[in-house]
């Protein structure tokens, strides 16, 4: 782990910061100590600081490229930390191509996928989690994810992760001092307030653990497989959550041979559904394919949907319950409710690992309980104000260092200082790669590798 960013590279990057295709306007956008040297061969002159400029893009005959604005922002005072040049031009892709080649012939080197960003964290203009938020902002696929990101981008989980390291680091320092002294005649570590503080750093983790889980659902969503027996509905099920027609829907069973994937937003919670071929045995090469992709996609899904015919005899369920992976989370849809009469809404309504309801794929009799039930189940609520953006791997640092709490808390109540500090100081190096005052160079490499290009 490094407790230190790796020194920028001294090269200088362009590539176009606008996404690929026609539109009104294309920028490209370089970032690099060469840059004020590239301007003044394109434009002719050097912009004054963060001031637009209209002139021409020449190539290196004199010859105009493009007629646009050119905006330059001098280091330190830029989104990379860097001097930064965007030249604004008409947003046709040969256009784009011939200002990119010229910034390329004049010494700059296309940008590696996320390296702006990158660059913006190693000078530290941003922290991790704040150039993370860059790329769930860009990607956000929902209002309320959007706004999670913004927040994280402005550096408030940022700031409730350093205000727990603070008091985490404050706390260590008093054990630390207490051990360093031992000819004093009085044990501090026999000091309840130091348990109690310890206490309340764990009770405030464990707020931030929460808050973070929810970051994790608007970013990552919940993957749902619907399995079943072949016409049990499944595909009925599918298109009306989706609300079109995605999957096909026939009398004659086996239909879906290969897995339907579609994308769905309930209240913000991005929902990622795979149809799957109907459970049975298989009758071609075909088909055995189709359900080994079925019991890929099962394995993979963080719930499965259960959809069974509600006309059949019960007894049909435990048996295709007994094809489900051991630990996956599922819930028991009856559905065709509208054939068999029965009530729609909640049969067994348990949010944990096991839950049974009664819908109709083709009236839509239920499916709100189903919908509600599906945000219930992993804990999530509509965004409101202070939620923020997360990734999994924020949560894992949190888990561990909630563990570390838990571990020092322990030591102190046993008057083992020396495990005591060094639990909170393994806490607070995990809270710190959030943020990346402690971090690798391979974490970072994974982390950026996920951006676009130009950003």
Same mark, same amino acid.
């Given at each position: 782990?490094?407790?230190?960013?790796?020194?920028?590279?001294?090269?200088?990057?362009?590539?176009?910061?606008?996404?690929?295709?026609?539109?009104?306007?294309?920028?490209?956008?370089?970032?690099?100590?060469?840059?004020?040297?590239?301007?003044?061969?394109?434009?002719?002159?050097?912009?004054?600081?963060?001031?637009?400029?209209?002139?021409?893009?020449?190539?290196?005959?004199?010859?105009?490229?493009?007629?646009?604005?050119?905006?330059?922002?001098?280091?330190?005072?830029?989104?990379?930390?860097? @001097?930064? =040049?965007? !030249?604004?031009?008409? &947003?046709? +892709?040969?256009?784009?191509?011939?200002? #990119?080649?010229? %910034? $390329?012939?004049?010494?700059?080197?296309?940008?590696?996928?996320?390296?702006?960003?990158?660059?913006?964290?190693?000078?530290?203009?941003?922290?991790?989690?704040?150039?993370?938020?860059?790329?769930?902002?860009?990607?956000?696929?929902?209002?309320?994810?959007?706004?999670?990101?913004?927040?994280?981008?402005?550096?408030?989980?940022?700031?409730?992760?350093?205000?727990?390291?603070?008091?985490?680091?404050?706390?260590?320092?008093?054990?630390?001092?207490?051990?360093?002294?031992?000819?004093?005649?009085?044990?501090?570590?026999?000091?309840?307030?130091?348990?109690?503080?310890?206490?309340?750093?764990?009770?405030?983790?464990?707020?931030?653990?929460?808050?973070?889980?929810?970051?994790?659902?608007?970013? @990552?969503? =919940?993957? !749902?497989?619907?399995? &079943?027996? +072949?016409?049990?509905?499944?595909?009925? #099920?599918?298109? %009306? $959550?989706?609300?079109?027609?995605?999957?096909?829907?026939?009398?004659?069973?086996?239909?879906?041979?290969?897995?339907?994937?579609?994308?769905?937003?309930?209240?913000?919670?991005?929902?990622?559904?795979?149809?799957?071929?109907?459970?049975?045995?298989?009758?071609?090469?075909?088909?055995?394919?189709?359900?080994?992709?079925?019991?890929?996609?099962?394995?993979?899904?963080?719930?499965?949907?259960?959809?069974?015919?509600?006309?059949?005899?019960?007894?049909?369920?435990?048996?295709?319950?007994?094809?489900?992976?051991p630990d996956r989370a599922f819930t028991l849809v009856r559905?065709?409710?509208?054939?068999?009469?029965?009530?729609?809404?909640?049969?067994?309504?348990?949010?944990?690992?096991?839950?049974?309801?009664?819908?109709?794929?083709?009236?839509?009799?239920?499916?709100?309980?189903?919908?509600?039930? #599906?945000?219930?189940?992993?804990?999530?609520?509509?965004?409101?104000?202070?939620?923020?953006?997360?990734?999994?791997?924020?949560?894992?640092?949190?888990?561990?260092?909630?563990?570390?709490?838990?571990?020092?808390?322990?030591?102190?109540?046993?008057?083992?200082?020396?495990?005591?500090?060094?639990?909170?100081?393994r806490a607070q190096q995990d809270l710190g790669e959030i943020?990346?005052?402690?971090?690798?160079?391979?974490?970072?490499?994974?982390?950026?590798?996920?951006?676009?290009?130009?950003?």
């Amino acid at each position: 782990m490094n407790t230190a960013r790796p020194a920028p590279s001294a090269d200088t990057i362009a590539a176009p910061a606008t996404a690929p295709g026609q539109g009104g306007i294309g920028i490209v956008r370089l970032s690099g100590p060469a840059t004020p040297a590239i301007a003044a061969a394109i434009l002719g002159t050097l912009p004054a600081a963060r001031r637009a400029i209209l002139g021409a893009f020449r190539d290196a005959g004199g010859q105009a490229i493009d007629r646009g604005l050119a905006l330059f922002f001098p280091a330190p005072h830029s989104f990379t930390g860097e @001097d930064v =040049l965007e !030249l604004h031009g008409h &947003g046709g +892709p040969v256009v784009m191509d011939l200002l #990119l080649r010229r %910034a $390329l012939e004049l010494g700059a080197r296309l940008a590696r996928p996320g390296e702006f960003s990158e660059r913006a964290f190693l000078n530290g203009k941003l922290d991790l989690a704040q150039a993370e938020a860059v790329a769930d902002l860009i990607g956000s696929g929902s209002e309320a994810a959007a706004r999670a990101a913004l927040r994280s981008l402005s550096g408030e989980f940022s700031r409730r992760v350093r205000d727990i390291v603070d008091d985490l680091v404050a706390l260590r320092v008093e054990i630390e001092a207490a051990i360093d002294f031992p000819e004093e005649e009085i044990d501090f570590l026999a000091d309840t307030r130091l348990g109690e503080r310890c206490a309340a750093l764990t009770e405030a983790l464990t707020d931030l653990r929460q808050r973070t889980r929810q970051g994790c659902l608007l970013h @990552d969503g =919940l993957c !749902l497989a619907l399995v &079943g027996r +072949p016409n049990a509905g499944k595909s009925s #099920l599918l298109n %009306a $959550l989706v609300g079109r027609d995605s999957a096909i829907v026939s009398r004659i069973a086996g239909t879906t041979r290969d897995l339907i994937r579609e994308q769905i937003h309930l209240g913000g919670l991005p929902l990622h559904l795979v149809d799957t071929a109907g459970l049975r045995t298989a009758g071609d090469e075909i088909e055995s394919e189709g359900l080994r992709r079925t019991r890929r996609a099962m394995a993979e899904a963080d719930r499965i949907l259960v959809v069974i015919d509600d006309r059949l005899d019960a007894a049909e369920a435990p048996g295709l319950l007994a094809e489900l992976p051991p630990d996956r989370a599922f819930t028991l849809v009856r559905n065709k409710i509208d054939l068999s009469g029965r009530a729609p809404g909640a049969i067994a309504a348990e949010a944990a690992a096991r839950a049974e309801y009664a819908v109709s794929a083709l009236t839509g009799a239920g499916l709100d309980d189903l919908r509600r039930h #599906l945000q219930d189940c992993v804990g999530f609520h509509p965004a409101a104000e202070g939620d923020f953006s997360a990734r999994r791997r924020h949560l894992t640092a949190i888990e561990r260092a909630a563990a570390e709490l838990d571990s020092a808390l322990d030591e102190l109540g046993r008057r083992n200082g020396e495990l005591a500090a060094e639990s909170l100081r393994r806490a607070q190096q995990d809270l710190g790669e959030i943020t990346g005052e402690f971090t690798s160079d391979d974490l970072l490499g994974r982390i950026f590798s996920s951006f676009c290009i130009g950003k």
